[in-house]
């Protein structure tokens, strides 16, 4: 595994007697779990031999009974940029995280600072932001977050690596 990896899932204790296992996604693609899709994993590569979202249980190729299954509890599972990319479908207007960190953010004309993190809470992403380093010496907080939603965030340039927004200097100097 490299630093480029993304933790997607992680697998809980087993289920009945068949090398079921309790499955708990990080991530805000489904759709990437396919029968036959290999991942890797802190246990080496595991590839999909059953899935059933519904009930939350996945099984794996050679891991078919409870003793070799028991095995994989708490095993994490990893997808790089360039796998998430080929599996995920993304609709109009969607990012992954990972475009959007390291982005430049900007109101009108004034760079705002860096997207150094995401984090979600509750219901709402919050960008991460590492404040222009002017504006920290004119006495702004060194970060802030912003949330990820209509109301700040205009727009997310990924080629460019710019967030537009309305009203992040608000947050800004209320941070």
């Known amino acids: 595994m490299s630093n480029d990896d993304a933790l997607i899932a992680q697998i809980g204790r087993t289920i009945g007697l068949w090398g079921d296992l309790k499955f708990h ?57 360039e796998q998430t990319k080929e599996n995920c479908d993304l609709k109009e207007g969607q990012h992954f995280w990972f475009d959007v960190i390291g982005c430049v953010v900007q109101q009108d004309d004034e760079v705002l600072g860096l997207v150094e993190d995401i984090q979600r809470m509750g219901d709402t ?42 009203d992040a200097k608000d947050i800004l100097e209320a941070s």
Request: charged fraction near 30%; glycine fraction near 6%; hydrophobic fraction near 35%.
């Open 25 to 81: 996604l990080h991530t805000d693609f489904p759709e990437q779990f396919k029968v036959g899709n290999t991942y890797k994993s802190n246990r080496g590569d595991l590839t999909i031999a059953d899935i059933n979202f519904t009930r939350g249980i996945v099984k794996f190729r050679g891991y078919e009974s409870i003793d070799s299954a028991k095995k994989l509890t708490n095993t994490k599972l990893f997808a790089n940029e």
């Open 125 to 166: 992403d919050y960008l991460s932001v590492k404040t222009e380093e002017s504006l920290v010496e004119a006495g702004l907080s060194k970060n802030f977050l912003l949330p990820y939603i209509e109301r700040y965030v205009v727009k997310v340039d990924t080629e460019e690596k710019i967030v537009y927004t309305k």
